[in-house]
T-cell receptor, first 118, second 112 residues
Framework: KAGVTQTPRYLIKTRGQQVTLSCSPI?????VSWYQQTPGQGLQFLFE???????NKGNFPGRFSGRQFSNSRSEMNVSTLELGDSALYLC?????????????????FGNGTRLTVT | SQQGEEDPQALSIQEGENATMNCSYK?????LQWYRQNSGRGLVHLIL?????REKHSGRLRVTLDTSKKSSSLLITASRAADTASYFC????????????FGQGTTLQVKP
């Protein structure tokens, strides 16, 4: 099976612009989550989509948004970019149904999109 | 906010030695997972241990979980240069969701 694919791999944008990142999950995975990774804050959960619906959201401003399509592919959008949005954005997909007691199937991550805001 | 605190932040060992990383968390959990990240790449899932388990093995990896102390440890035995990476613990709440809370990670360097 092909892994999680994120495009583009690198992106350079200017403050005030907007950006759209794309994620194709592993075939059959219906849950797609997005994480932001920075040296200062570490890995932070942005949001999760399942069957085209957002079912979890982290503590990020409304400038961060996302969506999921019927084929489970997902996009996230950041509007009015700020310097602090520079980060590695990681997408992860997982199976639904859990693995017995305790839920939380393992996440399968893509290699991320490195966003630099200047 | 970070759920897990990992210790040590950085670890440097010689090939063949064992590496132990610790993770503490704050709230009750359903399971705890460990991930590895090579520089600038995505995370790779290593092992998942459920709250009703105390120990789990996978190849050269051994994970323990002590829910009374809210802590977990990851042991890598007979380390190799290829094990050089950052290691993160992550906790999940109730329900099967993609929302995990990650620790700050331990950077492991294995010298050949």
């Amino acid at each position: 099976k092909a892994g999680v694919t994120q495009t583009p791999r690198y992106l350079i944008k200017t403050r005030g612009q907007q950006v759209t990142l794309s994620c194709s999950p592993i075939s059959g995975h219906r849950s797609v989550s997005w994480y932001q990774q920075t040296p200062g804050q570490g890995l932070q959960f942005l949001f999760e989509y399942f069957s085209e619906t957002q079912r979890n959201k982290g503590n990020f401003p409304g400038r961060f948004s996302g969506r999921q399509f019927s084929n489970s592919r997902s996009e996230m959008n950041v509007s009015t970019l700020e310097l602090g949005d520079s980060a590695l954005y990681l997408c992860a997909s997982s199976l639904v149904g859990g693995t017995g007691v305790g839920g939380n199937s393992p996440l399968h991550f893509g290699n991320g999109t490195r966003l630099t805001v200047t | 906010s970070q759920q897990g605190e990992e210790d040590p932040q950085a670890l440097s060992i010689q090939e063949g030695e064992n590496a132990t990383m610790n993770c503490s968390y704050k709230t009750s959990i359903n399971n705890l997972q460990w991930y590895r990240q090579n520089s600038g790449r995505g995370l790779v899932h290593l092992i998942l241990i459920r709250s009703n388990e105390r120990e789990k093995h996978s190849g050269r990896l051994r994970v323990t979980l002590d829910t009374s102390k809210k802590s977990s440890s990851l042991l890598i035995t007979a380390s190799r240069a290829a094990d050089t990476a950052s290691y993160f613990c992550a906790t999940g709440g109730s329900g099967n969701t993609g929302k995990l809370i990650f620790g700050q990670g331990t950077t492991l360097q294995v010298k050949p």
